[in-house]
């Protein structure tokens, strides 16, 4: 069918229209993020290229500036609208077969909210006026409007986090006997997660840094506002991976041509992530004073929790991609995996990420180790260590949920070309990411620190020689990368061809192989109430007593501005 028919199709299905909105933001925020990045690992490789940079972008007055940027809009501004369009696409489909539609209303509110918050946080962000990482610990104090904006930025993602709990809570109302279907159970376990884990950054940013920043306290306790930060600041992580673990689940089985292993088994990992998400912040504060170092350790030990459901995640996705590859007539110990379809740039991206993800996990648990963690603290094995994880893993689901997501939301199918342009940026950034790896963590274990313009100091790291080979040679193939998948991405968004059966297609829903049927632990697992509850008191515990003694003793700072 023509174009014409495409205001209907919209009509009936609205929530297509407002999933691509947040889609598309999110990836404008991701090409112009990660435009930064060949220019930074060059940097780790001692190749300074930033006056070439400053000249293609005059705006840019240092490396921190774009580092800002780059983390800003890679690590929160992407992550978050893809996060908003898959944790409410897919329940949101899920539940139209239980005669429950999403208050579109509160979805457009929240998208307007996170673009006007990214517009007022991109003003100062650009005219070099907040140059203090995505991270903006004080007494390091940027613009007011930074702050402003990037709260009203996070605080759109509740917004849909509370618009599809009241699409669960009507499904409740309407089906009293059913047990919440499996995407849904994600959602609303996943969005609970990001409103209790969000707290910590509300309560820094509305108490602490707005105040601030507009001149009516004179200082911050620094040691608060990063304990407030951390509080949100592990559990972002989840908010980032948990979605792509979401398209993991649901979507990637049926994409390999097999099932989902256990639906049961699935619902037990996001249950375990909301109880185990959010009281570990003091992980990221290891090498912080005036923490007791018990608190610290009760710490490290619940994080190491926290793997777990990640370790089941990893068996039941390679479980389930091994019946795929079975169920397609693979053989023997390794035939199941040639026997995947590599020629879908959807299956690939994603299982790239998976394999990514095994040196990433390793790298986490290693930081999650207490003492372990004052031999790569702020050196350059961080980012070496998080690039596998929300840099590939779950970039890379995202960029793979590209090629069948965006052909539904849009009618607008895929051709040759732009399949095998997806095909080549996928595996190139892949590549890329797993070189760039190698070049990170190993200068990181010779101290180069993270966060440093080093290749302004070009004898300071001559010891590091050999790994800077590594990220020269990463930022080069991921500027590849990025102009392929990018040219993929935006040839299909502008294809003039539409067809109103593209976009009648449902998401590709795996089949389950064990569903759990009606069980007593099926019940459990379904009251989502009683978990709620149980992660808010795990959080007071653990977090309780620290922020009792530090509110006690505030010591606030004057702010700096050293840029
Ligand atoms: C496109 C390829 C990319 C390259 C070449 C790249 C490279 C780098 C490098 C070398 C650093 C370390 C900079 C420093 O510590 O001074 C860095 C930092 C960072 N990157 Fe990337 N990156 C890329 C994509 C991404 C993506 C997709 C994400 C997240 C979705 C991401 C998130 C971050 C974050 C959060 C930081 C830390 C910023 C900070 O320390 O303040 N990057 N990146
Ligand atoms: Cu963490």
Redesign the pocket.
Known sequence: MAVKSFPQVYAENPEKKLTLYYLVLGFVA?LVG?LF??F??LN?GNVDAYPLLKRLLPFVQSYYQG?TL??VL??IV??QLLAMAVMFYLPARELRAYGVRPNLTWGWVAWWMAFLGLLVAALPLLANEATV???FYPPLKGHWAFYVGATVFVAASLVVGLLVIGMWLRFKKLHPERITPLATYMAVTFWLMWLLASLGLVVESVFLLIPWSLGLVQGVDPLLARTLFWYTGHPIVYFWLLPAYALLYLVLPKLAGGKLISDPLARVVFLLFLLFSVPVGFHHQYADPGITPTWKFVHAVLTLFVAVPSLITAFTVAASLELAGRMRGGKGLFGWIKALPWDNPAFVAPVLGLIAFIPGGAGGIVNASYTLNYVIHNT?WV?GH??LQ??TL??MTMMGAVFWLVPQLTGKPLTEGIRKAGLAGVWLWFVGMLV?AVG?HWQGLLNVP???YIAQAPDAYTHAAVPMVFNIL??II?LLA?VLFFYAFFALLFRGERRAEVAAEEVPFAEVLSDGGDTPAMRLLDRIWFWFALAVLLVVLAYGPTLVQLFGNLNPVPGWRLW
Request: glycine residues 12%; proline residues 6%.
């Open positions: 991701l990660s990045g060949p930074q690992a780790y580092l780059h983390g890679n690590a992407f992550t990482l995505y991270t350059t980012p998080f690039h929300v840099g779950v970039t760039m990170l993270r966060r440093a990463a930022g991921l990025i």
